[in-house]
């Protein structure tokens, strides 16, 4: 989104809204942009693959994420200190994970930030203790997915099939934007990536299409 303020890119890609700080600087600078969706990306709770815990609730892992919950053993799991994940708090996944699990609440202060995902999937690989979280499209067997649980609903494990009917709770849009004055320029590439081909490549890549 900055390079876009800055005028050196001809779409913006973000996994959150755009900010009104972001839109009053592109007001500012006499632009004016549009927003499209063009897919959607679930976000997968893991741990290592040695935990015997394969689900949770949306209360649980918000009291694992704000450090209430410490140890495996008080959600069923083995005697063992939690070792939690995040990505970088200028990351839009830190932020949705927090808006959507969290309800908005502070992340426990001794949290351990990641500037990546594949440094998230590393360290909980290698740590028996240790959860995060990471986009669908990442998921490899090296770590477990849980299965999770919102205020009532059912548990569902995250794919792309239980992310398009509404079970899989933990989903979000991802945005394109670019200037309303470059319409004629990238309006063909967005057509193509929301027809029939281009969402087809969605779901290949491992994120769920649009409906």
């Known amino acids: ?27 500012r600078a006499g632009q004016e942009v549009k927003e499209v ?5 679930a976000l997968a709770v893991i741990v290592n693959p040695g935990n015997p815990v394969s ?8 009291a694992i994420f704000r450090g209430k919950i410490t140890n495996w ?13 995040s990505r970088e708090t200028s990351s839009g996944t830190y932020e949705f994970f927090k808006e ?8 426990m202060s001794s949290i351990l930030s990641m500037p990546a995902t594949g440094a998230i999937i590393q360290s909980v690989r290698q740590t028996p203790g240790a959860i995060g979280y990471v986009g669908l499209a990442y998921l ?3 770590v477990k997915a849980l299965s ?26 991802l945005y394109y934007y670019y200037n ?16 029939p081909a281009g969402q087809k490549l969605v779901r290949d890549g491992g994120f769920v299409p649009l409906k």
């Not at 989104?1 to 007001?27: C, H």
């Not at 959507?100 to 992340?107: A, E, Q, W």
């Not at 649980?149 to 849009?173: L, Q, W």
């Open 140 to 142: 490899n067997p090296h």
């Open 55 to 62: 689900r949770l609730t949306r209360a649980q892992l918000e």
């Open 180 to 195: 309303v004055k470059d319409e004629a320029l990238v309006r063909p590439f967005i057509d193509y990536l929301l027809s």
């Open 100 to 107: 959507s699990v969290l309800g908005n609440k502070n992340y």
């Open 37 to 41: 969706i063009v897919a959607y990306d």
């Open 1 to 27: 989104l900055s390079a876009l303020v800055e005028g050196v890119t001809d779409i913006a890609m973000a996994s959150r809204k755009i900010k009104f700080g972001e839109q009053m600087k592109l007001k």
């Open 73 to 85: 053993k008080q959600v069923g799991g083995e005697d063992r200190k939690i070792v939690v994940y």
């Open 148 to 173: 999770v649980a919102y205020e009532g609903g059912g548990f569902y494990a995250p794919t792309v099939t239980n992310s398009m009917n509404g079970k899989y709770p933990i989903v979000r849009p």
